[in-house]
C-alpha cells in the first residue's frame, strides 16, 4: 500500500511537472535529457537495428507521445529506475520514439489511440511482442502496470533466445502493408508535415501524434467517398470485447471471464495462461488484442492454447458476425473526429429524461440527449443547423433504432456519403422539431 501510494505522489509530482512547463519546452527538455544520460536512442530506429545486428540484442521500442500527460502512468522516470525493469532493459538495445514522423507504418502497427506503446524486436525485424492497452482515457491501471512491462520483458529475451525456433510462430506478429508506408504520406498529412521533427522552428507544430494517424487512416477512405472498414473504426479490440478480464500484472492470465460472453463459450477461465493465440505467443494484453485487430469482422474461429494448473489445454475462440462492434469507441480521442462527420459535432448519450418518450416500431426505440454541443468551425454545425444541449434525438434519417451515440456514427460512415443530409427528430420542452444535418468531410 507504502509503495502505490508513493507511486501515486510521484505520478501527480511528474504531471505537475509537465503542465508547468510549456509544450515546447517539454519536447526539447525531454530531447536534452535523453540525449545526455545516453541510455536511450533518441527517435533513431534506423540506428537501432544496425546496433542489435552489430551486438546481438534484441530491441525495444518506446513510442511515448510528447507532451501527453496520460503518459506518466509509465514515465522513464519510473521505468529507468525500477529494480526490476532496469536489468532488463540493459539486455536490450533501447529506443525512445517521440513522434511518428517518417514511421515505418508497415512495421510498427497498434493502436493509435494509445500515447505509449511498446515494440519487442530483433535485428532482422521480427517482432516478439507488444505491450501498452488502454480502455479508458484516464484509467489505465486494468490495462498496464511496471509488473507487467518486466513480465513483458523477459518474455521478449526468451523468444530472443529461442529466435530461430520460434520465427516461423511470430509471423503472425507483422500485419500486412497499410494505405501508405509512413504516416505523413496519408492524403490528409502530406501537406502539413514532413518525415521528421523541426527542432529548428516550432517542433510542437511539426509533430505528428499517434492519434493523428488513425484520424487520417479513416479519412483516407472517408474523402474517397468509401465506407469506413469496421477494422478501421474499431481497432485493437479490448480482450473484454469477447468477455476476458486480464490481469495487467502478468503476461498474458485471465483475471475474470464474463458469463455468456465469447471467451466464456470457448471454455476459458480465470487463472488461465495464454500461451499462445492463433499460434502466437503471448506476451501482455496488447498481444492478445493484435490478434483481436486481426480477425475477420465477419467472425470465424481462433485457436487458443492455454496453461492451466500446470496442464496444456487447446481450444477454439469463436467469433460472430459484427463481433467487434461490442468495442467501445467513446474513450477513443479518434471519436472527436467521427462525432464532427456524423453528428455535425454533438456528443450524445442514451436519455434518462422521463418526458423522452421514444419512438419506433416494436422494439426499436430511439432517446440519444444531446449532452453537448460543438460551438466553433466544422464541429460547430450542430449548433448552427439549430440543435441545443438537452434535446432529444427520437429519429435520425428515418431510423429509430439507433440506441447509442456509437450506433448512430456507424449507420452515417458505413452508409452515408460526405455531403449529404439527413432528416433528423428532437424533443424539445414537450415539442417534436424536425431538422436537416449535413454529413461532413
Known sequence: MRAFSSLILLLFALGTALTAQTRDEIVRSDKEKVEREGFWMYNDIPGAFEEAKRTGKPIVVVLRCLPCHECVKLDDELVDTDPVIRPLLEQFVCVRQVATNGLDLDLFQYDTDQ????????????????????????????????????????????????????????????????????????????????????????????????????????????????????????????????????????????????????????????GDVIATLDGQPMLSIADIQWVLHNVDPDGGAVPVEINRDGSAVAAQVRFPKDWRRASDLSWRVTTWGLRRIAAGGMVLEPSTRSDATPVGVGNETMALHVKRVGKYGPHGTAKRTGFLEGDVITSFDGRTDLSSEQDLLTYVVTSKQPGDQVDVTVLRDGKELSYKLPIQK
Open 115 to 270: 500515447s505509449f506503446a511498446v515494440f519487442f524486436l530483433a535485428a532482422d525485424k521480427t517482432i516478439y511482442g507488444r505491450f501498452g492497452t488502454r480502455s479508458h482515457r484516464t484509467e489505465w491501471m486494468g490495462d498496464v502496470s511496471l509488473k507487467g512491462l518486466a513480465k513483458a520483458l523477459q518474455g521478449a529475451l526468451d523468444l530472443h533466445a529461442d529466435h530461430a525456433k520460434v520465427k516461423e510462430a511470430l509471423a503472425g506478429k507483422r500485419g500486412r502493408p497499410m494505405e501508405v508506408s509512413s504516416p505523413e504520406r496519408y492524403p490528409s498529412l502530406k501537406d502539413k508535415f514532413t518525415d521528421s521533427l523541426n527542432y529548428d522552428g516550432d517542433v510542437v507544430k511539426s509533430c505528428i501524434h499517434c492519434h493523428q494517424i488513425g484520424d487520417a487512416q479513416r479519412e483516407y477512405y472517408w474523402h474517397d467517398r468509401k465506407p469506413i472498414p469496421d477494422k478501421v473504426l474499431w481497432p485493437y479490440p479490448h480482450p473484454k470485447t469477447v468477455g476476458l478480464i486480464m490481469d495487467p500484472n502478468e503476461r498474458a492470465t485471465v483475471k475474470e471471464v464474463q458469463e455468456d460472453s465469447v471467451a466464456a463459450q470457448a471454455g476459458l477461465r480465470s
